[in-house]
């Protein structure tokens, strides 16, 4: 089995890589990631020691570039995590979003179906559904809800997800889609909510909550939704959705103070900031398709999740201060004063 990990320098993507390689001995996997701001070679300096993983630089957009390596490489199998991923970002300049989230996925989806790949996984997000109201605990996302998107992010990536199926309708081309709740774990880049909230703690300097922190997501340990798209690579229906999440939700105040708690760091460092543009409710998925279909259920509770990452970062300030010489310092500045 080959397979095709695009954006595997990122958060999710690298995780991905390192439970495959762990788990299927005789897998072989190329990645292909752009290296963007977000994506980091120092986060697959293991893998790189495996014999049966590569690493490809170049853009999933590059037609040509996509043609030539999937010609070269004759992939089974293509997990699409590359994506420009950070909802603030995407404020700020929704255009990279498209060319990156939408038209990269049409030259993989266009590569996949011309030289015959077996399994096209296109990995989506719970925003892509929109937003839930906070007094209605008891609605859920499903995977038959309508696509109603707020940022530009959300936007592409829903964009992405129907040219996926699409292509399945049209060309038969075997697709799978999840979508997936907010991950935390080890290697996420630190302009996400929890390892921003990390790295900005250790630093002493002020923890910016939009509006009244009072906006809630569903968190998922990495290593979970790793877990889900290879039952669903293995034993997913084509042409079907699968929702990832494990009814975990959380206000962002609560997941700052728990944050603040394992760093015993003061609750004075909370500054409530300007509300972002559009800013979702709440997030909340509901797994049972998943569930009753693969047999996937989250298997890391909350509270070891988070001290496992936050051991993580403890462990890892190298790779930290490396990202902080970049091209983070002038966008946090920008972001955050
Ligand atoms: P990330 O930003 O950490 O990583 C994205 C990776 O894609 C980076 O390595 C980057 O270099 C690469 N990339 C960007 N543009 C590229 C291009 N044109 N060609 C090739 N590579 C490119 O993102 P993440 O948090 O790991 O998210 C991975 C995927 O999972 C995304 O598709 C995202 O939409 C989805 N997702 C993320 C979450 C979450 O909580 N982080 C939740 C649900 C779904
Ligand atoms: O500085 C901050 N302060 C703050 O209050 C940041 C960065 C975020 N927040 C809030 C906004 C959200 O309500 O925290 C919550 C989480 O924010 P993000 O980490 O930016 O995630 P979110 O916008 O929920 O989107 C994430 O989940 C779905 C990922 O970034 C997406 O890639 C994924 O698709």
Known sequence: MKILVTGGAGFIGCNFIYYMLDKYADYEIVCLDALTYAGNLKSLTEALKNPNFKFVKGSISDKAFVDALFDRESFDVVVNFAAESHVDRSIENPFIFLETNVMGTA???????????????????????????????????????????????????????????????TYGLPVTISRCSNNYGPYQFPEKLIPLMIVRALDDKNLPVYGKGINV?????????????????????????????????????????????????????????????????RYAIDPSKITAALGWKPETEFDSGMKKTIEWYLAN????????????????????G
Request: proline share 3%.
């Open 107 to 169: 030259c993989l989806l266009e590569a996949s179906k011309k030289y015959g790949v077996k399994r096209y996984h296109q990995v989506s997000t719970d925003e892509v559904y929109g937003d839930l109201p906070l007094d209605r605990p008891d609605l859920f996302f499903t995977e038959d809800m309508k696509l109603i998107t707020s940022s530009p992010y959300s936007a592409s990536k829903a964009s992405a997800d129907l040219l996926t199926l699409a292509y399945h309708r």
């Open 317 to 336: 300030t190298e790779w930290i201060d490396e990202i902080k010489s970049g091209e983070y310092a002038e966008y946090s500045k920008r972001i955050y």
């Open 217 to 281: 997501r569903d968190w998922l340990y990495v290593e979970d939704h790793c877990k889900a798209i290879d039952l669903i690579i293995h034993g997913g229906i084509p042409g079907e959705v699968y929702n990832v999440g494990g009814h975990n939700e959380k206000t962002n105040i609560e997941v700052v103070k728990t944050v603040l708690r394992y760093l015993s760091k003061p609750e004075s460092l909370i500054t409530y900031v300007k509300d972002r543009a559009g800013h979702d409710l």
